[in-house]
């Protein structure tokens, strides 16, 4: 218990950058992974082919690779920025293809006929997407978008490894200090598990109100 008492502003200030990094992240990755998924099911080949190649290249690129690409990469292109927004781009940008994913396979769980209806009364396809079919497709995907966002939160400790203040990294000045190791990932691990848990009851709240009746 020493090792939380002790160091508790430390965990503090770990535990509440991967918060950050976890809000942000996923705020990134809904937008894109909208946008995405409107892309791969758009009329225009162009979008689709845009959002196809998002995709693939993002969720078969390892997480790790993907920190070194933006945070060793952008900066030799003139984009110079603090390395937590770096962080929030790399997780925000694969998370989104996951995201992405979910989304279409909730998109085409709708019936055809319905986006067909819809175009027939005049509609375009962004207000066929908007009114009609994202809204029920939104209802089916919101366990898989929670575990995402789970495993973002989780994703996040990668952050570390590139300067970046967030939970996992405290066990560095720790280890400098000659506390117990163990005790020290016992309650990082806890506070992950608060993070994750929390997460876990806003999805499980949304399911509840908003989720298909199984």
């Known amino acids: 218990m ?7 502003s430390l965990y503090g200030e770990g535990f509440l950058g991967t918060v950050e990094l976890t809000v942000y992240a996923s705020a990134l990755a809904l937008v ?13 080949g162009s979008f689709r082919v ?5 995709v693939t290249v993002l969720r078969n690129t390892p ?24 962080a929030v781009l790399a997780l925000g940008c694969y998370t989104s293809a996951f995201i992405c994913e979910a989304l279409r396979s909730g998109i085409n769980t709708v019936p055809r006929g319905q986006g067909e209806a819809a175009r027939s009364l005049g509609m375009t396809f962004t207000q066929t997407l908007g009114t009609v079919v994202l809204p029920q497709a939104f209802r089916t995907v919101i366990p898989p978008i929670g575990s995402t966002l789970i495993a973002l939160a989780k994703n996040s400790a990668i952050a570390g490894a590139f300067s970046v203040t967030e939970l996992l990294g405290t066990y560095k000045t720790l280890s400098e ?3 117990n190791i163990v005790w020290t990932f016992v309650w990082i691990a806890v506070g992950y598990l608060i993070i994750t848990l929390t997460i876990s009851a806003l999805f499980h709240v949304m399911e509840k109100r908003w989720g298909v009746a199984r």
């Not at 020493?2 to 508790?8: M, P, R, S, Y």
């Open 50 to 54: 845009f959002g196809t190649v998002w």
């Open 32 to 44: 894109l992974g909208f946008l995405m998924a409107s892309f791969r099911v758009a009329p225009v």
């Open 63 to 86: 997480l790790t690779l993907l920190f070194f690409a933006v945070m060793l990469g952008l900066p030799r292109f003139g984009l110079v920025l603090p390395f937590e927004v770096f």
């Open 177 to 179: 200090l000659g506390y």
């Open 2 to 8: 020493d090792v939380l008492t002790e160091n508790f």
